[in-house]
């Protein structure tokens, strides 16, 4: 059985352990990079992306957790989480904050606004629907959300939505000194995965709607896939070089 490891520094840790649980996977905490050895797949939830970043620091998290991402094993995050997968965040405090990168877009920390301005509303999910069936539609729990400015060529999006009217007005700096600019489009993007990486902007384990987490399980599924494949393939390379060189190996050899 597949093991989830959940960071839980701070958050809705609990939450996703729960929605694990209630399809029957084993989710385990994680707090120190120790307990990220062995397993398959991990969560980095929501919660004050501030707080988790210098609890992260504290238990010297990031090193690890940038090794873990970059090994190709499935991670999602989800609001804060996804603010430390972005490779860049704009709309910090001031100081910003250390990330662990590896998702090519830009995040905006607090795009819709303060803790008043969260709000549910339903997203459009159509790939969603068609990998884990269902509706068409899943609810969107946006707590002081973030939201995805831009994204790289790799980076295939999964939600968009349209941005609230009471929304206030987000300036975006690249922070290079380049002239600044007012976001103005209508729609901005909610969730996203690029190859082994998963990320929402919203809530789905303060939802009913499993369908999220079975999306990232089949991830970890398609992982291992791989994984066996290039291991078998590997297996058959060094089977075929152990062959004598001056018989062909798509014919019948008759000794």
């Known amino acids: 059985m597949a093991v989830v490891g959940v960071l839980a520094l701070q958050g809705s840790y ?12 084993r989710g385990v905490e994680v707090r120190k990079p120790e307990q ?10 929501g919660g004050e992306s501030t707080t988790m970043a210098k609890l992260a620091n504290y238990h010297n998290l ?7 991402v ?9 609001c804060a989480g996804l603010i430390f997968l972005a490779n860049k965040a704009v709309g910090q405090k001031t100081g910003g904050q250390e990330l662990v990168g590896g998702l090519d ?8 606004g303060s803790q008043l301005q969260s709000f549910e509303t339903e997203l459009s999910v159509p790939k969603l629907a068609e990998k884990e069936g269902g509706n068409d539609t899943c609810r969107g729990v946006f707590i002081r959300a973030p939201a995805i400015l831009d994204v790289g060529s790799d980076v295939e999006i999964l939600a968009d939505c349209p941005v609230p009217a009471n ?4 300036t975006i700096s690249s922070g290079e000194g380049d002239e600044e600019e007012v976001y103005s489009k209508d729609r901005v ?21 499993s369908r999220w987490h079975r999306f990232f399980l089949d991830m970890d599924k398609e992982s291992h896939a791989k994984a066996s494949s290039a291991l078998s393939l590997s297996s058959s390379s060094r089977y075929a070089e152990d062959l004598p060189k001056n018989k062909p190996l798509d014919l019948p050899i008759f000794e």
Do not use: M, Y
């Open 105 to 112: 877009c830009t995040v905006h920390r607090n795009f819709f």
């Open 62 to 68: 990031f090193p690890a957790l940038r090794e873990f």
């Open 70 to 78: 970059s090994g190709g094993k499935p991670v999602w995050g989800t």
């Open 189 to 209: 993007i909610v969730a996203v995965r690029q190859g082994n990486i998963l990320a929402t902007a919203f809530h789905p384990e303060l939802t009913s709607d």
């Open 14 to 25: 609990n939450e996703h352990l729960a929605a694990l649980r209630r399809i029957g996977v």
């Open 167 to 170: 929304r206030p007005s987000i």
């Open 36 to 45: 990220l050895l062995g397993l398959d797949s991990l969560i980095i939830p």
